[in-house]
Structure formats: structure tokens, C-alpha cells
């Protein structure tokens, strides 16, 4: 591997750590990693994220370089409302969570949509980090997904090319988790101090959540 082909799949590796911190894939697992399941759990969420964001890159990246399939820009449009959409349901199943978990506090009587006789829980830490894997899908497939593929596309050989796209996948899952580690530890801290400043961390989570996914709906509407 000589120096050039290196120094392009090390930018790719910091173009990844960096697409991480867009405000639409901060949003998501932000908002997640909100809920508390331990620096662990966190960390995981960001891990699924990055996994599932890299998989449908090199899902459609491989259909564009390798099988030449075009990818019209509809489905980039598509993928961005359906993202969009997305954040604003986190939110405000959050939000709705936060409430229930108010109306406990008080003592007051909630509804369960599931079995009584079921064994249960209100949040399992896998559901939440399957969660985290397909927001990470969605994103890939959106609008910004799409720049990463044509930067791939640019590259002079297929070994450039796939380098790039793993140091990508790399430096994803290493900004996201390294985001998703920090909002669980200061989620954790805020838990440990009292009940009432966590609570309050994870609203506005959820509120950052539904701004931005509806701030990116009306955006890709007017595009």
C-alpha cells in the first residue's frame, strides 16, 4: 500500500468520525443513549449505529461502482423524509415515556399495551440498541449517505475504493460511540445527582430529537 493510497483511507477515517456529529445522527443517539442503561450500553448504541450506517453505504456503494446500477436521487429524498420522520417519532415516544414515568412517580395508574401475564419491561436494552442499528441504516441511505458513495466512486482502484469505505465504516462506529459513551456518562452522572435534572436531560433530548427531524423534513421538502 503506498502513501497515497494510506493518507486517502486516513481521510476516510476522519471524514467518518466527522459524518458522526451531523445534527440528525447526533439527534438519534443522543436521544437513546438518554435512557440510561449503563457506559456499556451506550457505547453499543453507537456501535449499532455506525454498523448500520456502514452497511447501507456499502450496500449502495457496491451497487453503483460494482453492478453500475444508477441510484436516482429520489431515493436519497425519500430516505431523508423517512429519516426526518423517524426523529420526530423518537421524540415523542420519549417524551410519552417520560410522561408515563412522571405519572409512576405520582403514584397514578398507567396503561400497558401488552399482555399482563407477559412478562415485560418498558425499555430492554436490546430493543434499544436494534433501534440504534436501523437508524444507523436509515441514515446511510439518505442524503449524506450519498456523498460518502460518490467520494468512494472517485477513487482510482478498487482497493482505494473499498479501503475507503472501511476506514469510513471505522471512523463512523468510532465518532458515534465515542458520542454515545459521552451522553451516558453524563446521563449517568445526572441520574446519580438526582432523578429530576436526568429527567429533564432526556426531554430535551427528545425535544432536540422532533426540532431537527422536522427542521430536515421541511428542508428536504423545499430541496
Known sequence: MNVGMLTFVG??????FRHAFEPDHLAAVT???????GLGHAARLGVAWGIGH?????IVAVALIV????VPDRFYR????????????LGVSTLWGEARRHRRGLGLPHAHAHDAHAPHSHDPGIRTV??????????????????VVLLVAAASSIQAQFGYLAAFG????????T?????????????????????????????????????????????
Open 170 to 177: 471505522l471512523g463512523t462506529v468510532a465518532g458515534m460511540s
Open 78 to 89: 425519500i430516505a431523508e423524509m423517512g429519516v426526518a420522520l423517524l426523529l420526530v417519532l
Open 67 to 70: 453492478l453500475g446500477v444508477h
Open 11 to 16: 481521510v476516510g477515517f476522519l471524514v467518518g
Open 130 to 147: 436494534t433501534r440504534s442499528l436501523w437508524f444507523g441504516v436509515a441514515h446511510g441511505m439518505a442524503g449524506s449517505g450519498a456523498v
Open 179 to 223: 458520542v454515545s459513551f459521552l451522553t451516558g456518562a453524563l446521563s449517568g452522572l445526572a441520574a446519580a445527582r438526582s432523578d429530576r435534572v436526568a429527567s429533564r436531560i432526556r426531554v430535551g433530548a427528545a425535544l432536540a430529537s422532533s426540532l431537527v427531524g422536522v427542521m430536515l423534513g421541511w428542508k428536504t421538502f423545499l430541496g
Open 54 to 58: 456502514t452497511a447501507s453505504v456499502a
Open 31 to 37: 436521544t437513546l443513549a438518554t435512557r440510561g442503561r
